[in-house]
T-cell receptor, first 112, second 116 residues
């Protein structure tokens, strides 16, 4: 079945540092890929998405590129802020699936 | 346009009681999904419903759990005879259409169920 693997947390960085959160997937066919963010006590919000190979999703300074050859969708940001502290989930939706398949989440902590 | 509304936000039940979780999708959305988030885990798909139909319940435990999405009113996730292992955050998501991988699902704030 489909699966998503993302780096274990917590990830602790200083403000203005460069961020990478790794995400790799296993799926049949050509899934769509997503990054969701969950702030404390809140539901998930879609951060960005990519629907086909080599697409780059971007939002709020975050970027991720759909790499079919490495089955990856790593999340990056050039300069993080304290307000970026949250849990980040990588997810996919396969062509034949009804729901999203999520990774376990990566807790990001940004220190001033 | 209000977002996906879930209530209650927090629910405490004693072992053996029933838990009812409600989800009102965004206006115009007729597709509802339920997910469960166990502590330190990602979200796991439970069930996908359209109005008056269960489309996919492959992620639902075989016993004690049921879901409905009636023609009128919110979607309900019902857990009978709760046990401590049911303690989790339950999230509902809705979307306007489905069948394409790019359709964005909008999530509610979740119901945190605690079984004591």
């Amino acid at each position: 079945g489909d699966s998503v693997t993302q780096m274990e947390g917590p990830v602790t960085l200083s403000e203005e540092a460069f961020l990478t959160i790794n995400c790799t997937y296993t799926a049949t066919g050509y899934p769509s890929l997503f990054w969701y963010v969950q702030y404390p006590g809140e539901g998930l919000q879609l951060l960005l998405k990519a629907t086909k190979a080599d697409d780059k999703g971007s939002n709020k300074g975050f970027e991720a590129t759909y790499r079919k050859e490495t089955t990856s969708f790593h999340l990056e940001k050039g300069s993080v802020q304290v307000s970026d502290s949250a849990v980040y989930f990588c997810a996919l939706k396969g062509g034949g699936a009804d729901g999203l398949t999520f990774g376990k989440g990566t807790h990001l902590i940004i220190q001033p | 346009n209000a977002g996906v509304m879930q209530n209650p936000r927090h629910l405490v039940r004693r072992r053996g009681q029933e838990a009812r979780l409600r989800c009102s999708p965004m206006k115009g959305h007729s597709h509802v999904y339920w997910y469960r988030q166990l502590p330190e885990e990602g979200l796991k798909f439970m069930v996908y419903l359209q109005k008056e139909n269960i489309i996919d319940e492959s992620g639902m435990p075989k016993e004690r759990f049921s879901a409905e999405f009636p023609k009128e009113g919110p979607s309900i996730l019902r857990i009978q005879q709760v046990v401590r292992g049911d303690s989790a955050a339950y999230f509902c998501a809705s979307s306007p259409i489905d069948g394409t991988g790019s359709t964005e699902a909008f999530f509610g704030q979740g119901t945190r169920l605690t079984v004591v």
